[in-house]
Every structure is written in C-alpha cells, then in structure tokens.
C-alpha cells in the first residue's frame, strides 16, 4: 500500500478488503479486524505475478510510480471480475485512480493483454458496494 492524499481522491492507496477494490486511506482500522486485506504484493511475487503485474512491465505502464500499487490493484480486480468490460467501462470503473504522467493508454493496454493472456474466471461484478 502507498501513502498518497489521504482523502481519497488519487486510489494510490488502493487495496481489495473481501476481494472489493477500497482507498484504504478511507477505512478505519476496526473495520478491517476480521477481513481479509490484500494490496499490491499480495497479488503475485517476482517469480509468478499476476497476469496484470506481468503486463504492466511489458508495456512499459509504470512511470513514476505513485499510482502504479492501487492502478494494479484496481485493475486486477477489473481482470479477475470484469473480463469482457469495454474501454469506455475499464476507464470508469479505473476513475479513482489518478495518473498525471500518462493518458492511461499504457495501463490499459496492459490490461487487454492480460485479459487476451489468461481471462479472469470469476464473471461479472459491480463496485456499487464498497466498504
């Protein structure tokens, strides 16, 4: 997890709390006690990373590095839940999560390989109920 506004406004904090994308800069303590939390690194290691991580190095869709932890998480949740999600759908169901330095072009692109590479399996969800 990256410390980023702390008001939930960029998503570079952004983690799956009960498998749901949250900006964890906006969830007290207490109410994660019981519930499975998984950031950035939980998703995959160096040896066998999460199709979306593998992808983002072979598209050269890290810049800076300050949206990349919640970018990747978001998207693996989109991955993992949305595998069929238009452009116009991954670019809203992407909106909380801020990168200055690209048009988003790069992630995405990251992100429709690993859905060609290897589909997520779980089918369709919403992100209407976050925690």
């Not at 949740?77 to 238009?86: F, G, T």
Request: charged share 20%.
């Amino acid at each position: 997890m990256k410390k980023g506004c702390d008001t939930g406004e960029c998503g570079a904090c952004t983690v799956l709390l009960d498998g749901m994308p949250v900006t964890s800069c906006l969830v007290l303590a207490p109410q994660v006690d019981g519930r499975r939390v998984v950031t950035s690194d939980g998703l995959g290691t160096m040896s066998a990373p999460h199709p979306v991580q593998k992808e983002f190095v072979e598209h050269d869709a890290v810049q800076c590095g300050y949206c990349i932890p919640g970018m990747i998480v978001t998207l693996s949740w989109i991955h993992e839940h949305v595998p069929d999600a238009s452009e116009s759908e991954i670019r809203r169901l992407m909106s909380g999560n801020l990168c200055r330095c690209t048009g988003y072009q790069q992630q995405i692109g990251a992100l429709r390989s690993a859905q060609r590479e290897s589909p997520g399996q779980a089918g369709r969800a919403t992100l209407a109920s976050q925690a």
